[in-house]
Structure formats: structure tokens, C-alpha cells
């Protein structure tokens, strides 16, 4: 018989139906048998009358595939209202030991026992509440390339493995090429800027890799980064485009994945229409009067600043998201702008989201003269003929506009809508310095 | 003032506009003087009248940015019917040096000429024809996305970084990992049939790496895989699937990208609604009677052969793509499935199109024990607890249905679509044993 998802079942009440999926509870209390089946469409209770059917089941794990024929019928008790009566049951696969971990809970786990997560994600990811990260996740990913059509942007995808280490070399995976030395891309900052070139406003969805040698509840050694970079724009281009970006992923998943985000009991992010700004300065001040710590005068942010700044602009500025500006120019990539008005500071923002740095947020330095310089200061005299930086100072001896662009990270966006602690629990196997399993 | 868009020009005449972009074309011929800008919508011309309008372009190279404001005037002579007059010129980037290669051309280059065109990447991308290459590729990637979605499927990232080599320990590319070694995905293989345990359907679009030792016009050591994976399907629910596939991508490009398509006098494939199937034995036997070489009995096609039996299909099966399929068992992976009526035979498929492989398409082995067997066969006795494996048996053991999937190189797809000669041409910046630049 042709299957039926199990979403589908409440249009064929009385009907005579196959699901088939896997048994993901079992509850044989002797008078009333009770079995579920997760299919990819969501779980059905069947009731198991027969006692020849009741022997099939008899010894199966959870895991095992089977298909269910009986008819639908509607009956409050059942979760979801509908129920299958009169079942037939036909083992596909039999499982015989008993899975690792429970799957059939409403809480799949606790963000103090990640180990046990990842190491049983394989089985783990069957639970559902699981399944909804990344099903939002998914939802989000769609959401957001959704935003870059709607913006004129076109997708590119550009490569991982690289002649040279450019941006910071303690962070970069060295592979063997052949006779060479490659290395895995950091970000694809230096293509996407070329590309600006070509289309004027390109994105990619794609992962980047980093040698991050500590094991944080942020950060992770492979990642799947956001990028975006944008021609003939200013830094207020790229601020509203990413306060349209937070709105746009936003209202998308809150439509797309209502059940899912509320299975993590996710609360809606408060935004206003333009997400506001505050100067890195003003953030220092304000935390010290507010901490008794003592920031002012730093050329970053703390991790327990970025955290306070959010709470801070919920506060006052009804934002969960904050811009921070006026970072030092000394701090600034060699590829990045200075402000014309302020060369101390940079054409840089930092996004922040729920207390962490979801993207950074810059214009480049695009006048090929002005670029030489300060790849000159903050990288080095000879790096001008380096084949790792030769072609994005081609793209700009033979005209580049102003531009610029934004890396984020998918997974902490993930995290910081649904309210998850690790970035990892939004990973669905997440790589650190101790893991690389499964 | 605002900028206008050069695409809508049309729906402005005799309005005054300002356009930015970059300078494309210069004919100074004295008394009429045109310059061509290029935006990321397209080509314009403009006639400078005033002489010390002119002056401001003298010198300036291609690639020059600037900004023009002028009258939109309707001009059948001009591309497009419109040019700007009574133009003012403003530069906002000079440009003095002449780029490396020309960029107006409508043919872009010749395929003869590679090692020039990547060489040169970062500007050739400025032409209008070569860009149309990844404006087709962009557009079915956005494609293959939509049949995805629209077959319940869900879109999944899986980790390139893994801990051991598991496939074929040859083309693997290795790295330090901390005090560790890791490997370069060489697909997403495990994690896929893996993720069927979850969502039954999941897709991933991503980079995968071969250590391809060979330079040819097929393979790259990067490259983009459209990976799928279904569960609760047998090889024709797959081969159907694939048909559809390449229907609905093929009638996508060709509405969003006619005029790219164009460029390149790209044909619109023939293909029945159900892509044939011919048996490797036919087309050894065929192949033999029709050139002479004798490849009956071999356990592959040979490169030849797989354009030989496109030549065939398409002449008379009226279809451009064809499924081989009766592989022998012998060659199989461990995670294949032999066929239960012939177990000399795979189920499996290999989709052609257009004289190349571009998709493998298999049934997975899912029984536990079943695997297990192959696996000690066809990789080692040993392998069993190998933490390559140990993800894949682990899902296995717990229960999965039958499943199957397939693996489809984007860059291939793109190419045969476009009808380049080689698949690096449809590969932003590729990269083999000889080119990891730029």
C-alpha cells in the first residue's frame, strides 16, 4: 500500500492507511498496547489491538523500522487528536539493542552535558526537540539567501584551499598540496571583495576554518560563515542592510518554524527597525560606572561587555541587537577603512546579538595606493608581490569602488534566535581543538 | 543625486540620472566621443559632448570608476536603444594602468587558452560573458535548492575537518589538526545517509576535496557537491527523482537566464521526462560493434565510452542524459547495496549528460549486519571500530531505512549546461595539482 506521511493522517479519518517510519516509543501496559512512530513528518500513536501483532513488536529497540497498516480514527486522548486502530505490523528492520540514549524525551539534553550530546549526536539528532535546531537552522539559511535575491546579490562560491596564509598566521590550518603547502581559508574576504568587481554585491554561505586553539562556548575550528559584500555603498548602507537582514531572518523563521522555536520556548528578538549604535568608548565608560571594572581606554570589547551592552540596549534602547562603532584604527586589517573625518577609527561596526558578536561589519580600503600603505604597515614591506594578497591588490589597480561587507556566523545566529548556551549546540557536528568525532 | 541603475534607464527617458559604475569601453574618435560604463545590471552607452568633460577622461584606463550624470535619450544606433547625453563626468577611482587582458569582448575566451584565463581571473570576471557563466551557475544552484524544498527535504551542513581517512586512502589530503592528523571531506557520504536517520531527506551544497593527481579537463581538487539522500525509496523512486532534477533546473535556466544562456549559444537539452537507462554490457557490446575497440566485460566505461553512448542516446533515445546501470558488485563501495535479485549487480546508476558522468546515484547497504559484512570485505577485517566508520555502523545498529542518494558535481552540471569544454571554466577560481592561485 502506498505510504501515507504522517502528517497527512487527519485528512483520512476511517481510512485504511501504511505509515512507515521508526518506533520511537513503545508502551505495552498489558491491556492497552501503545506504540509511536516518527516518521519525517512528525509521530503517530498507534494502538496495538491484535496479539499477533503485539508479538511482532516483542523485543524490538527503538530504531526499529516498520510499517503500521490500520485504520485512522480521531480520539482526544492521542496526542495530536489522531490515532491507528486495528493495526497491522510489518518489521522492516529490526533493532535488538537498546539505542545509547533516550530519544522520546520533550527536553532532548542540558547544556552542562554537551559531551554525552555530541558523542551520541549520530542517535541523538532522532529526538525532536534536536531535529527542530536544525530544522531552524535550515529555515534561517533559507531565510537568508531569500534576503541577498531580494538585494540583487549574486552567489558565489569561491575556494577553501589557499596558496598562502594571509590574515594572521597562528590561526590557519597548513595542509600538504602535492610539493606545496596549502592552507584553509579563514573567510572568503579577499575573493568576495574581488567579486565586488564583477557583480557588485555577492554572497556566500559556506564553511571557514579556523586553528582556534581554545575550547569556548563560541568558538569552533570549522564554521559556516555568512559573507556579504556590497559595492557603491557606505557603512549606513551596510548597517540598515543588516538591520533589514536580523528583521528579514527574523519574521521568516517565526512564520516557518513557529513549532519548532517554540519547542526551545524561543522568545522573538525585540529589533527595532534600525538596530541602534553605540561607540566603543561610550560602551567602556558606561560598564565601568556600571561594574567597578575598569575598561576605559581598551581597544576591544571584553566577552563580558559585549554581554552587558545587550542588556544594556534591551534596557534602553528596546534592541536585543546592538551596533558597536569607532574601533581604533590601530586595530584595523590592512584591508579595512579608516574614517575620512577621524582616521583614528575605523569604518567598522561589530554586530552584536543577545550578548555576542554574531558579524563584523566593515568598509574596505579600495584606492589601490591607499591599500598599498597599509598592507605595507600592518602587514609588511615585502607582502605586495605575496601570491596570497597579489589578487585582491589586482582587483584594485584596475578600479574598485567603494565597498563593503560582513562575515557572520551562521551557528551563533542559530543559537542566540533559539536561546541555546554553546554555539556547538547549534552545530550538528561540531569540530574543536578535542573533537573531531563524529 | 540618487543612482539609477543602468537596467533601468529605459523606463527614464529624457529625465536627468546619475549612473556609477566602471568605465568599459572608450571610442574617442574625435567628433563623436561614446564611453561605455558597465554596472551590476549591465552596459550603457553615453556620448561626451563637452570638451572639458572629456579632458576629465583622459588617461583613464578600463576599469575606471566613475560616476555620470546625464539626459536619457532613446538612440536606435545605441545597445539597447538608450544613451546618456549631455554628460557630466565624474571620476571617482582612476585607473591608469592598461589592464592585463581585455574585458568588451562578447566571446571572452577560448578554452584552448586557460592557463591566460585563470591567470587573469580577477579581471576577465569583468567581462559580460564570462560573468554570464556564474550567473547560470548561480541561478541553478538556486534551482537545485527550489526541487530540494520542494521534495520535503531538509538542508544540512556536515563537517569537512574529519578524523581519519575512510574512502579510498589515496586521494585524501591530510593535515595537522593540533597534535593530530585530520582529513579533507571527499564528500559528505556518511553523514548524509547518517542525517536519514533524522529528517528521512536532506541535501548539503558544498566544497569537497579530492587529491586528484592528474590535471584533466574533468576533475578539480575543489569542487562544489550537490549531495541527496533519501529514506524509504528504492533506485527507481532515485532515478525519477534525478529526472525530475535536471527537468526542473534545466526550465528554471533557461526562464532566469536566457540571455546568459544565450551568450553562449547554450541548447536547451533534450530530455524525456524519464531519463533512459542503458546496461554497462549493452553499451560495452555497442560501443565495440560501432568503433572496433573491444571493451566488452570491462568493469567501467571508459571515458569514451561514456560520450559515445550520450552520442547514442541522444540519436536514438532522444535524451542527452542516460543512467548506466548494472554495475558490477565487485566494485562496489562497502556502503553500496547489491541488487537482491542479481547480487553479481550494484544498484546503482551513473547519470551522463552530455558525453560526461555528472552524478553517481546508488542504493545504500542498511542492515546492520549486512554492512558489517561489507565492510570487512571490502575495506578490512578491522575496520569495524575505525572512528571513520563507527558514526555510519552506530546509525545502522540503532536502525535506518532503506536509503539511497547521489552526489552531483555543480561545476560539471554547469559546464555541460552552458557547453563549456572544460569543467574549470565554469569554476570561479579552480584549482588542481598545478594551480592553487589566484
Known amino acids: 500500500m502506498t505510504r501515507t506521511l504522517i502528517r497527512n493522517l487527519a485528512s483520512k479519518a476511517n481510512q ?16 492497552l498496547n501503545f506504540i509511536t512512530l516518527r516518521d519525517r513528518s512528525g509521530l503517530a500513536q498507534s494502538l496495538i489491538e491484535d496479539k499477533n501483532e503485539l508479538e511482532k513488536l516483542r523485543g524490538l529497540q527503538i530504531g ?13 486522548r492521542a496526542p495530536g487528536g489522531i490515532e491507528l486502530h486495528n493495526v497491522a505490523v510489518e518489521v522492516e528492520v529490526p533493532v535488538t539493542d537498546e539505542p545509547p540514549i533516550e530519544i522520546d524525551k520533550s527536553i532532548s539534553h542540558k547544556s552542562e ?7 551520541n549526536r549520530v542517535i541523538g539528532l532522532r529526538n525532536s526537540q534536536e531535529q527542530n535546531v536544525f530544522k531552524i537552522q535550515a529555515g534561517l539559511t533559507k531565510a537568508l539567501r531569500e534576503y541577498f535575491y531580494r538585494h540583487d546579490f549574486v552567489e558565489i562560491h569561491t575556494p577553501k584551499l589557499l ?16 610539493d606545496k603547502t596549502a592552507t584553509l581559508a579563514q573567510s572568503p574576504q579577499f575573493y568576495k ?8 554585491r555577492v554572497f556566500e554561505i559556506a564553511p571557514v576554518y579556523r586553528a582556534e586553539p581554545s575550547a569556548t562556548t563560541r568558538h569552533m575550528t570549522e564554521y559556516t560563515s555568512v559573507d556579504g559584500e556590497l559595492g557603491f555603498i557606505d557603512l549606513d548602507d551596510l548597517k540598515s542592510f543588516l538591520s533589514g537582514l536580523l528583521h528579514y531572518v527574523t519574521k521568516s523563521i517565526w512564520s ?26 561610550e560602551i567602556h565608560t558606561k560598564y565601568s560606572q556600571a ?9 576591544d570589547l571584553r566577552p563580558d561587555e559585549e554581554r552587558w551592552v545587550c542588556e544594556y540596549a534591551k534596557k534602553n534602547l528596546a534592541s536585543e541587537s546592538v551596533f558597536v562603532s569607532e574601533w581604533p584604527a590601530s586595530e584595523m586589517k590592512f584591508y579595512h577603512q579608516a574614517n575620512e573625518a577621524d582616521p583614528t577609527k575605523a569604518d567598522r561596526v561589530d554586530l552584536l546579538f543577545r550578548g555576542v558578536e554574531i558579524a563584523t561589519v566593515s568598509m574596505r580600503e579600495y584606492r589601490y595606493n591607499m591599500v598599498l600603505k597599509q598592507l605595507k604597515k600592518f602587514v609588511g614591506s615585502d607582502s605586495k608581490d605575496h601570491p596570497g594578497f597579489k589578487p585582491l591588490l589586482t582587483s584594485m589597480k584596475y578600479g574598485m569602488p567603494p565597498h563593503g561587507g560582513f562575515g557572520l556566523g551562521l551557528e551563533r545566529l542559530t543559537q542566540k534566535l533559539i536561546g541555546l548556551a554553546n554555539v556547538k549546540e547549534a552545530t550538528l557536528f561540531p569540530r574543536d581543538i578535542n573533537r573531531l568525532t563524529p
Not at 113 to 118: G, P, S, V
Not at 193 to 200: K, P, R, S
Not at 256 to 281: G, H, Q, R
Not at 291 to 299: A, C, F, H, I, S
Open 163 to 178: 596558496a598562502e596564509a594571509t590574515e594572521g598566521g597562528a590561526e590557519v590550518f597548513r595542509l600538504e598540496y602535492f
Open 113 to 119: 552535558n554537551l559531551d554525552t550530546l555530541f558523542d
Open 64 to 76: 526499529s523500522v516498520v510499517a503500521l497498516t490500520g485504520v485512522v480514527s480521531a480520539d482526544d
Open 193 to 200: 571583495q574581488i567579486m565586488v568587481g564583477a557583480y557588485e
Open 16 to 31: 485504511t492507511v501504511t505509515v512507515r517510519g521508526w518506533l520511537h516509543k513503545k508502551r505495552l501496559l498489558g491491556g
Open 256 to 281: 516557518d518554524c513557529e513549532t519548532e522555536l517554540k519547542s526551545w520556548n524561543a522568545t522573538k528578538p525585540l529589533l527595532p527597525k534600525e538596530i541602534p549604535t553605540v561607540a566603543m568608548s
Open 291 to 299: 561594574t567597578g571594572e575598569n575598561t576605559v581606554g581598551e581597544k
